[in-house]
């Protein structure tokens, strides 16, 4: 340490620590890379020059979000490695719902004191989040704030851009009466609902390295699963196929992620169901006595994202999805809308309680 930067420790904030982190980075961050990049880490901004080559009117879309108190399951189980993906997938997963490529994410770290393995743990995951979304970590801030957050405590946003060409931007305007919905596959809960789930947590009494119910998993393997990220299956199956609407299914689950994509004229009749559901929200509903609807409010149920297909295309689409690694299933059927009626209409099957 040299003596410019001893009065700034003696306040709880270590500069040099910081200036190894970055160091240290600069070959996992490189990885992350593409043909776009123009600037190395390090710099005050990143340069990014995007290829419009195939576009005849380019459009940028911009999305960006945090990973909620999912952190804190992090903090108490002591694992660190997934919860960057997680960060990707919120703002890529979003700017997909309007077929955009993404071509780069920044991230910021605040935490309470600098742990420089731990902070290379929790990027690692931010790496891998953009290598499966394809696009660059362009670059980022990790701001130690020792009176603002205790030694361990952290918080993470992020911030992506991609771009979609004008004519080929997703919006629901092609919705049409009889088109298939499309879900496919959650890996997990992903990053909503935390506030319940570790209340749930708390309740079951479980403990982080026993075996989850219903799984051959761990609780914090469950628990901890990283948000699926669709760019690449979705964005291979749009070069070929008409996709009309699209959604995200985050916070608000069904009822609140469906409609935002919806026209006013047309009604989303679910078949609760048709899909498959993962032990954890069985477990989820068990646990905190909480009826179906009140799941589908709150989470995704195992169904992270929805496509809005024609009748024609669904087979095809679920196909070529597998083929990509994506199960994917026919959930439901767009009809007319009714009055008033909310948009997402979820028929139970007399079982389902």
């Not at 910021?108 to 420089?116: C, S, T």
């Not at 771009?163 to 080929?168: A, Q, R, T």
């Not at 992903?190 to 749930?200: A, E, F, I, M, P």
Request: aromatic share 8%; glycine share 12%; with cysteine.
């Amino acid at each position: 340490m040299n003596d410019r930067s001893s009065a700034y420790k003696a306040a709880g904030v270590d500069i040099d620590a910081a200036n190894d982190f970055v160091r240290g980075i600069k070959a996992m961050v490189g990885s992350t890379f593409t043909k776009g990049v123009v600037t190395e880490i390090g710099g005050f901004g990143g340069l990014f020059k995007p290829d419009l080559s195939s576009m005849e009117e380019p459009v940028l879309v911009a999305s960006t979000d945090g990973v909620g108190t999912k952190l804190l399951l992090t903090v108490a189980f002591g694992r660190y490695d997934t919860i960057g993906i997680d960060l990707v997938a919120m703002s890529v997963n979003d700017i997909l719902v309007q077929g955009a490529r993404p071509l780069f994410f920044l991230d910021y770290l605040a935490i309470g004191k600098v742990d420089v393995e731990r902070l290379k743990v929790i990027l690692s995951g931010v790496v891998e989040g953009c290598r499966q979304a394809g696009c660059a970590l362009l670059g980022g801030e990790t701001a130690e704030m020792p009176d603002l957050y205790a030694p361990d405590e952290y918080d993470m946003s992020g911030f992506c851009v991609g771009l979609v060409d004008n004519s080929k931007i997703v919006e629901g305007a092609g919705v049409a009466m009889g088109d298939a919905v499309i879900g496919l596959a959650a890996s997990g809960i992903h990053s909503n609902g935390y506030s319940l789930v570790r209340k749930l947590f708390e309740k079951s009494g479980l403990k982080a390295d026993e075996q989850f119910p219903g799984s051959d998993k761990s609780v914090a393997e469950v628990l901890l699963a990283p948000t699926a990220i669709y760019v690449q299956p979705v964005l291979t199956i749009m070069r070929t196929m008409q996709v009309k609407a699209m959604a995200h299914i985050t916070g608000g689950g069904f009822y609140d992620n469906i409609p935002r994509v919806l026209p006013q004229s047309v009604t989303c009749d679910i078949e609760f169901g048709s899909w498959p559901m993962l032990p954890v929200f069985d477990w989820l509903k068990s646990t905190g006595e909480l009826t179906w609807p009140e799941m589908l409010q709150i989470f995704n149920c195992s169904i992270g994202f929805v496509l809005v297909v024609d009748q024609k295309s669904k087979a095809d689409v679920i196909d070529r999805l597998a083929g990509h690694g994506v199960k994917a299933y026919e959930i439901g059927t767009i009809r007319q809308r009714k009055g008033d009626e909310e948009q997402v209409q979820v028929r139970f099957p007399a079982s389902a309680s």
